[in-house]
């Protein structure tokens, strides 16, 4: 026989002469790393399908490429930039957009948001009109009109109104005395005709007319914050990125839409991390289970082990059948874990078992990376304890 230990571990695990104490033991320490495992399985697998979904999100409005002034806020004059575009073969569209927080009054509630005033071409470079689901998009016809986040119609009761405005205020920019508060802000009625829902970042979110933007802050026709590209997508986007930096020259900063998610690409990673660390920890404290297992085992098997010394077996032999007994162990918590993560994460996909709004399941993405991962944790983990456990016979 090739592996007489391995032979022998299997039949260590899987003989029904085992004394009653030995099968409560082992049966504890199979359900401890079998929970762990699927508990890190469904954890990995819910953080991914977030990135995932909020990425989605993300790209419903933020653009492929971004341009604004390298210093400043204030493009102060978008007709050069909008010359070079032109240009680009490689850019399918761009708008121009102003954001800055504005004060909100509705009915004698107030917040403070973040006011985004976008020309008719936004929607051939974003897709914010794809996640309205109450109302309607934006009329450029005319110039009084917003669409409001649902956390902000929440909090202020604002949701589609055309007959009472929402008072849109702004502070001016300069010094002097104010004698009164038209001198201190600029202020404007306009409607809510649209309420949109995305993740987070735009929970404190209106996007308005760019002409009732530009009037709020002072600006010029020709003047904006910055400007949204698509590209034709024939290029990458840091292909285009480094065209349209020859191009621009270096007075104006150049995004793309990596450069721009990155703070919360490093925010999901790092939940990430620290929830993978978390759960690594309990699958160490499972592997105490097996530990005592392995032990127990160990202490039930003596009179074996002095007969398989007496039948010419080496301490090695006899080290590695319980090294394999608790791999054995391992790998059958290891992969029952997996398979039940996998049956709670298609159940969730297909059901929604657990809500992360009151319209929106948790996501569930399955992923290579994810299996290959939690495999590689619990076995190396589960192989480390079992090395050091065979070590104890003598």
């Known amino acids: 026989m ?52 909020n990425l989605k999100y993300y790209s419903n ?18 007709t050069f930039i909008v010359d070079v575009l032109k240009q680009q073969k490689d850019v399918k569209a761009f708008s121009k957009v102003i954001e800055e927080k504005v004060y909100i009054d ?30 309607q998009y934006l009329d450029f016809n005319r110039d009084d009109n917003f669409i409001v986040s649902n956390g902000i119609a929440e909090r202020l009761q604002l949701y ?20 009164q508060e038209s001198d201190a802000f600029t202020q404007k009625d306009a409607y809510s ?21 530009q009037e709020l ?8 914050y910055s400007i949204e590209v698509k590209t034709t997508g024939k290029k990458s986007l840091n292909e285009v990125k480094n065209e349209l930096k020859k191009a621009l020259g270096n007075q104006y900063k150049i995004e793309t839409r990596q450069d721009l998610d990155s703070a919360f690409l490093k925010v999901m990673n790092m939940e990430n991390l620290i929830s993978y660390l978390i759960f690594t920890l309990v699958i160490i404290i499972a ?11 160990i202490l039930d098997k003596t009179k074996e082990i002095q007969t398989m010394k007496s039948f010419g077996l080496t301490r090695q032999n006899i080290r590695n059948i319980f090294f394999f007994t608790g791999l054995i162990i391992t790998s059958i ?12 994460g298609l159940l969730q996909m297909n059901f929604g078992l657990v809500m992360a709004s009151e319209t929106i399941p948790f996501p569930f993405l399955f992923s290579i990376e994810n299996f290959i991962t939690v495999i590689l944790t619990v076995l190396g983990l589960g192989a480390f304890v079992s090395w050091l456990m065979s070590r104890q016979v003598k």
């Open 106 to 135: 509705y009915r004698g509630k107030q917040d403070i948001a973040y006011l985004k005033g976008v020309d008719e071409n936004f929607t051939k470079v974003t897709r914010l009109d794809t996640v309205i689901y109450g109302g």
């Open 217 to 224: 802050l002072q600006l010029k026709d020709n003047q904006s």
């Open 160 to 179: 589609i109104d055309p007959i009472t405005p929402a008072d849109l205020m702004m502070p001016k920019a300069g010094t002097g005395l104010i004698k």
């Open 2 to 53: 090739k592996n007489i230990s391995l032979y022998i571990a299997k039949r260590y695990i899987f003989s029904k002469t085992n004394t009653n104490a030995v099968n409560i033991i082992t049966s504890i320490a199979v359900c401890a790393i079998l929970v762990a495992t699927a508990a890190l399985f469904i954890i990995l697998s819910v953080f991914s399908g977030l990135e995932k979904m």
């Open 193 to 213: 005709i649209g309420v949109f829902m995305l993740n987070e970042q735009y929970d404190k979110h209106i996007f308005t007319i760019l002409n009732l933007a």
């Open 333 to 344: 918590a290891m992969f029952t874990g997996l398979l039940i993560a996998s049956v709670i």
């Open 61 to 78: 409005v933020n653009p492929e490429i971004k341009i604004s002034p390298a210093k400043g806020k204030v493009l102060d004059s978008t």
């Open 287 to 297: 592997c105490f289970n097996l530990a005592g297992t392995i032990i127990v085992i």
